[in-house]
């Protein structure tokens, strides 16, 4: 056993040549060279353990009766990572550490044999290895696996961060040396993240809980999963910038989704009458704590409902989530607030709500009126094309901070809803909704338009803005209207951010820390390619 711990830089662990890491990898490199020359393959093909850490310890009783009741004690193979080596003479205590837990080994030489403890001397931090023996408790109170037989799946040729407490000398006091904490390290290197630091796993297996557990509820209702394309000639369905790319056979521009609703849409008049997607959007905007480039959203639409019956269904939706994520609880701590995500939920008008948080009755003002008073109340409104753009700047500006425990806000204005349908009682408004959650947007329906002739003229409205400045407007689609021609019955619609409901559930406040790899500027210094 060669290797010193490795003092790992948080942003870089052992990433390049250069780095003051090379002693380490080269010392892993003699082990490995080592091994090969004792006829030990370190990248063996497979294994078959028999049960993983977890198991072992839930079963314990089961699986380490008392001596005196068991003629041979029952053996058991796990596999996993080497960790935490305590090196004493003869003996060697160490960790294994698989994808569910972590259990103590003992390899004594006189109970292995000679090779074989040659063989787990050669052995670095990291290490994947397959071991097979008797459960123990020491004298420590420990439960330890007692290894008879041990094989090297693959050799770890980077050191790994490994956290150790000491005493600091010159303030006595007890730190946490050589942790792999810095954020955007983590983010880079999240296989390092994903071992180091298990309560990430956990984050994303809670992320395949939420999908999983919104599939099962939609497909217990009669939705259909479908795919759309995601390379699409014409994007639309929200207001954002597209991803652009080539097509190289047709010779023509693509771009990638940054919806998924007019081809769910184009289903609903084919006849399926109930859809659902889950499935990656492109966005080609900016990079903060709440928005990545790529992100995954959900999109259902149901034939013969409005937005009253998808606010129901949303509902029930965080109900079946708290059941089988929560466990039966309602309430969530995100970003030092309690949030009770238990429904009902309550219902505010948008401009109900600007006007109780700024004062400005914005449905009295033209547009011209409504810049002024807004700039006036210090909104920034330079940039911003339309009405639409000006009232959603304002509900951003005043309204959404405020919005911490769940609500619908509802009844959107026409400007900034092209593919709602309008209100059936209140002229210049749609029947829309978002779900607004600690300040986020974390769910948008409406009561969809299915207007043919409606629907060209708010797209012409769009082009409009295009032509004023408006990078995100809308374009016109005509296959879409095409395919609206042909009839489309009532449809509710809705879109929900898988991402942003994985933060609440998990307490996240980052849509990094719930995205394995999210999208990073390259590493200064080093090549992109």
Known sequence: MTEKEPNIHASAPGDSPESEDDQYVAARRQNLDTLRQMGIEPYPYRYEPTHAVTDVLEQWEELAPEEESSDEPVTVSLAGRFLGLRSHGKTLFADL??????????????????????????????????????????????????????????????????????????TGEEKTFNAFTDQEARYRYRYVDLFVNPEVRDVFRTRALLISTVRDYLDERGYLEVETPVLQMLHGGASARPFVTLHNTLDMEMYL?????????????????????????????????????????????????????????????????????????????????????????????????????????????????LQQALEQAG????????????????????????????????????????????????????????????????ANAFSELNDPDDQRERFMAQLKLLELGDVEAQRLDEDFISALEYGMPPTGGLGVGIDRVTMLFTGQRSIRDVILFPTLRPEEGRNPE
Request: charge should be negative; charged fraction near 30%; glycine fraction near 8%.
């Open 97 to 170: 550490l698989d994808a569910t837990g972590r259990i103590q080994l003992y390899i004594k030489k006189n109970i292995v044999g000679d090779a074989l403890f040659e063989i787990a001397g050669c052995l670095d931090l990291g290490d994947w290895i397959g071991v097979e023996g008797s459960l123990m408790v020491t004298r420590m109170g420990e439960k330890t696996v007692q290894v008879t037989g041990l094989t090297v799946l693959s050799k770890s040729l980077r050191p790994i961060p490994t956290p150790k407490k000491a005493i600091d000398p010159e």
């Open 379 to 442: 909104v920034e409104t330079e940039g911003r094309v339309g009405r639409g753009a000006l009232l959603d700047e304002a509900f951003g500006h005043f309204v959404e901070q405020h919005l911490i425990q769940p609500v619908f806000v509802i009844d959107h204005p026409v400007e900034l809803s092209p593919l709602a349908k309008r209100h059936r009682e209140v002229p210049g408004l749609t029947e829309r909704f978002e779900l607004i959650i600690a300040g986020m947007e974390f």
């Open 257 to 369: 989704r940054i919806a998924l609703e007019l081809y769910h849409k184009r289903l609903i008049v084919g006849g399926l009458d109930r859809v659902y997607e889950i499935g990656r959007i492109f966005r080609n905007e900016g990079l903060d704590r709440r928005h990545n480039p790529e992100f995954t959203m959900l999109e259902l639409y149901q034939a013969y409902a409005d937005y009253n019956d998808i606010m129901v269904l949303v509902e029930e939706m965080f109900a079946r989530w708290c059941e089988m994520v929560l466990k039966g609880r309602t309430t969530v701590t995100w970003d030092g607030h309690e949030i009770d995500v238990a429904p009902p939920f309550p219902r505010k008008s948008f401009l109900g709500l600007i006007k109780e948080h700024s004062g400005i009755d914005t449905a009295a003002l033209d547009d011209e009126d």
